[in-house]
Each structure stands twice: as structure tokens, then as C-alpha cells.
């Protein structure tokens, strides 16, 4: 017999769900059978499947060791999954992946920076995205157990492109994995971007148009108006730091986030962000690769305001949380960061961006 209690990773799963975590081998309608044989009991009771779990419910499984071995993998599958976990990221056995990189870390929120080239999340079953990279940090922390990743798997809970770096966050409970996602829905979290684009930008302002994707070229189009449902509305927010004749310094408030927004929206302006190899200036960004080394977009999502929701972790509510800015944007904006010694991490509202990580 083999006994499970149910945590709050657990509470509001449905049981037969919670069940193929646990005994992924076994069919749908063993485990109905098994149910109504009373060989799997909840709190000690009979069971169908549909219940949802509370905190501290308790599962019995009333098999035998090698039917439970049979059904939950074997020791050799639940081992390789683990070590996939665990070696999922450059450097091998041994080495934590995020290590140098976590901004804040509490019991149920974990802020990191993504560096660019990562995805956020696989776009192929074979790849390396920050999802992977996250488990084998918990995984190595002690933060998370092979047994409870078998039941519950924290993820990331926003996206960037794979070629923009910045701040992503993840949650490490079921509870806060499910408000996050619903604040980011709401657009309750805001969050800034630090980017340069061509030309001259001397006024703040909110620009507005709709966006249609062209999945065939992995583009989008920013219109005035919208042609069909599947255009959606795209609002941005932008603002001036250091103007050069060139060139501006912007902070980007992403008040609705799609595909390619940034990208996109400032270069329908005539605005296109530098280095950018989609949307921006060929020509600019070859002058800009000799004269300073440019070889990546330059956006990078630094900043994140987590509003004053009683539902949000206490460890994050009403907090704000900064990531370092990349030397470039140093480099070729050399008058934009007067405002120092504004830090990254954890500071009040009406922070800058800094170039150092707390």
C-alpha cells in the first residue's frame, strides 16, 4: 500500500488527474475499476475520480510493490527523468543554471533574467527552454523532489522572445503559478522595457494600433484598423531617456503584450529597434555592428510592478524588481544613465534604471 497526501501543489486537482501523475502506466479504466474496488481510497472512503482535492486529503493505493513499481514508471524511468531534469542546461551534472542569475527568489515567486538566445518556453520537444532550467534549479536546492515534480511542475509564467533578455517570473506553488497568470491576464503586473530605436523621439506617449500575425513568415503587421477578430489591439507606452541625432533611449511600457509588439509597433512608427533583424534598419544596424559591436536587438525587459493584490505572495506584493542593463545600452547611450546610483532589484516606484544588480 502506498499512501499520498495531497499539499497545496495538490488542492483543486481532480483525483483521477492527480492519479495519472502518480501511476502514469496504468489505463483510465484500471484506475476506475481499482476505484470501485476500493483498492484506491480518498480520506479512507470510496472514490470516483471527479472529486477535487482539498489540502491534506489522503490517497491510499492498495497495490502491491510491483504493481505499484509497474505503474508508476519503475525506478530506472523516474530516475531518468530526474537526471533530464537535472542536466537540462550547458554545463552538465554539478552546475545550477540560474545561480548567476536570480534577481529575487521567496517560498512560491522566483524572479530570474533570461539571457538572450533562451527560449521561455520549448517550441520542440527536444529543446532547452527556461522551464527546464528552473526545475533543475529546485531540483538542486532542495526547493523541489523528484516525488513532488510528479504531481507539480513550477513554470514560468511570462514569455520573451528568445533574442530579448530580461526579467522572467516563475512560480514555485501551484497558488501562486495560478494569480500570477491571472494578474499578467489583467495586465495588473506591469512591465517595462528598456530599448533603442533610430531616429529622434523627444515627447512621451501611448501609441495604439492593431496587430496582425502572417504565420507564414513568423511577421507581424501593426494597422490602424482592424480587418478581421483575430486583429488584436496593441497599446504601448513609451518614453524618452536620452535623445542623440540618431538614435533615442526608451522606456517601453508594454500595456498589452503580443508577438513581436515592441518590435513591431516602433517600427511601424519609424522607429525600429536597433539591431533588430526582423522589423529594423539594415543599414543602421550594419553601421551600428561595425562602429560599437552591435549584434542583438537591443530591448531588454528590466523592469517589473507587482500591484497591491492581497491575493499576490506577501514576498512580492507591491514590490518593484529590476534587472542589470546590458553594457550596450551603456555603450550607445553614454549620457542616459545621469540618474545613477539607481540599482536593480527590489525599490520603490518611481526608480530608474540602473546598471548594477543588488
Request: glycine letters at 10%; a positive charge; charged letters at 30%.
Amino acid at each position: 500500500m502506498k499512501e499520498y497526501t495531497a499539499g497545496r501543489n495538490e488542492a483543486g486537482q481532480r483525483l483521477d488527474k492527480f492519479l495519472f501523475k502518480i501511476l502514469p502506466e496504468a489505463g483510465r479504466g484500471f484506475l476506475c475499476k481499482m476505484m470501485r474496488k476500493k483498492n484506491i481510497t480518498l480520506n479512507g472512503g470510496k472514490c470516483e475520480g471527479n472529486e477535487r482535492l482539498s489540502e491534506g486529503d489522503v490517497v491510499r493505493v492498495w497495490f502491491s510493490d510491483e504493481t505499484l513499481e509497474k505503474f508508476s514508471g519503475g525506478k530506472a524511468g523516474r530516475a531518468g527523468r530526474a537526471d533530464k531534469e537535472t542536466q537540462a542546461a550547458p554545463g552538465g551534472i554539478g552546475k545550477d543554471p540560474l545561480r548567476d542569475l536570480i534577481l529575487f527568489e521567496g517560498t512560491e515567486v522566483l524572479l530570474f533574467s533570461k539571457p538572450r538566445g533562451l527560449l521561455s518556453q520549448k517550441a520542440a520537444p527536444g529543446d532547452i527552454s527556461a522551464n527546464e532550467h528552473l526545475i533543475r534549479h529546485l531540483l538542486m536546492n532542495g526547493s523541489l523532489t523528484e516525488e513532488q515534480l510528479r504531481t507539480f511542475r513550477p513554470a514560468v509564467v511570462n514569455r520573451l522572445d528568445r533574442n530579448t533578455g530580461g526579467i522572467l517570473i516563475a512560480g514555485k506553488t501551484l497558488p501562486a503559478l495560478q494569480i500570477l497568470s491571472e494578474l499578467l491576464k489583467k495586465r495588473e503586473i506591469e512591465k517595462y522595457y528598456l530599448t533603442g530605436v533610430a531616429g529622434q523621439i523627444t515627447e512621451a506617449s501611448e501609441i495604439r494600433g492593431f496587430l496582425r500575425k502572417d504565420p507564414s513568415s513568423n511577421r507581424v503587421l501593426v494597422v490602424k484598423e482592424p480587418a478581421s477578430e483575430e486583429d488584436r489591439e496593441i497599446r504601448t507606452g513609451i518614453e524618452p531617456l536620452c535623445v542623440l541625432p540618431d538614435r533615442t533611449l526608451l522606456r517601453i511600457h508594454l500595456i498589452t503584450g503580443r508577438t513581436h509588439q515592441i518590435r513591431a509597433h516602433l517600427a511601424s512608427a519609424g522607429h525600429p529597434v536597433l539591431g533588430d533583424p526582423k522589423y529594423g534598419d539594415r543599414a543602421l544596424n550594419e553601421r551600428l555592428r561595425r562602429e560599437a559591436g552591435l549584434r542583438f536587438q537591443l530591448l531588454h525587459a528590466f523592469e517589473l510592478r507587482f500591484p497591491e493584490n492581497g491575493q499576490l505572495p506577501e514576498e512580492v506584493r507591491g514590490k518593484v524588481f529590476r534587472d542589470k542593463v546590458p553594457e550596450m545600452f551603456e555603450k550607445l547611450f553614454p549620457d542616459g544613465w545621469k540618474e545613477k546610483p539607481l540599482k536593480a532589484g527590489a525599490g520603490s516606484p518611481d526608480q530608474r534604471p540602473g546598471a548594477e544588480r543588488n
